[in-house]
């Protein structure tokens, strides 16, 4: 797999590095399918188990400066350290420990939780988002604590429930001071089209909301006789009609990163009615925003009342409440930053090409790490495909987990020594 890679490398220190995870690449992709064995669904959410395997490698490798930091005993995030042998910067690696639930089991070819080898690829829930690079991170931590002459320090913080908000993970340990470096790279899935695609520099932001809608609730036998309002069909109509309508609401500035600007998904959820019987009195239905950078919780919120404001005014009959949720914002870093060009000379070097850079087309822990913690974050650089994830089946490529450490211990220790030699 990295036949030649010595040659491509310009310094013994990373000869060395590169050495010790090529040595260990069997072992790399054994230690991802333990991660995909041990269930960390989230909802309901539970990382005691995934949390004991990480601490336990980590110990065997060496990496003894970890602890578990949880506000709720079920929900342990794992932090971890490695020193080098003079002061200097601080580089953070994040990824989260929990995955969605694996849906509907009868479209899994596989089981979930057995990972199994397709040809080239790696089938198991939470395979790229994102076991494969929490297992990269702690060989890349590995390998540098192997090596010991280095400048600075290398964190990881591998999160709790991310995938349901980020309540116990990455937004309580920015509360609690936790996420402290100079910058951070989070490891979700780098392609949408292949793997690897891109650098992400900008995670996008979500807006949550609910529409609630109220009809006249009566006896269904008297519909035709009695005037009344279904709530279910004037929900679906504004449904239809936000789905047409609402981007063009929208307040944003055209970013060069985010082409295609913030996506509306109305009716992520929806709900109606009581029973047979009954003509549906109250409908609801749930919707996100996939947010630009500069667009604010206030703005949005603004928009989205605009837009039911107008559609009231249109027709009489329609009863809408906006119900908010939250607002997680956009983030980005910039593509002249230190990490951005160590992440592309590392990925030029095991991949053989540089990825572009882009956006990440959902949202990330970025959004509390660089946010609430005020520390730079790369969205997203990590192996597997976004458009798998989340689904049945879900897979990578099995190589991934090794080419991941092999670029996060390199891009690491680039970051690290460049930015001593730089003195700032």
Known sequence: MFEGIGSRLSTEAERRVAEYIAQRADEIFEFTCDLIRTPSV???????????????RLARLGVTDAEIAACEPTRPNVMAHVSGSTPGRTLMLSGHIDTKPPGNMDEWRTDPFEPTVVGDSLIGLGSGDMKA????MVYAAAALKELGEFPGKLSLALTADEENGSRVGSKWLAAEGYVDADVCV???????????ESIH??????????????GTQMHSSI??????????????????KMQREMRSYLTYEEHPYCRFGPTVNVGVTASAGVTYGVFPGRAEFASD?????????????????RFLDDAMAADPELNATLEWNLMVGATEIDGAHPVVRSLSSAAEVVLGRTPRLDAFPGATDAAYIQVAAGVPCVASFGPGMLPRAHSPNEAMNKSGAAEAAMIYALASLHYLVDQQAGGS
Do not use: C, Y
């Open 201 to 214: 520099l900008v995670s996008r932001g979500a807006a949550l909301f609910k529409i609630v809608v109220l």
């Open 223 to 240: 519909s035709d006789q009695l005037p009344g309002v279904n709530a279910t069909l004037k929900m679906a109509e504004l449904a239809l």
């Open 133 to 136: 690079a929490i297992a990269a």
């Open 289 to 305: 925003i996939r947010t630009v950078p500069g667009m604010t919780e206030e703005q949005v919120k603004a928009d989205v009342q």
């Open 42 to 56: 989230n909802p309901p959410g539970d990382e005691v188990a995934v949390s004991r395997v990480i601490m336990e």
């Open 186 to 196: 989070i490891g979700e899935p780098a392609g949408v089209h292949e793997e690897w």
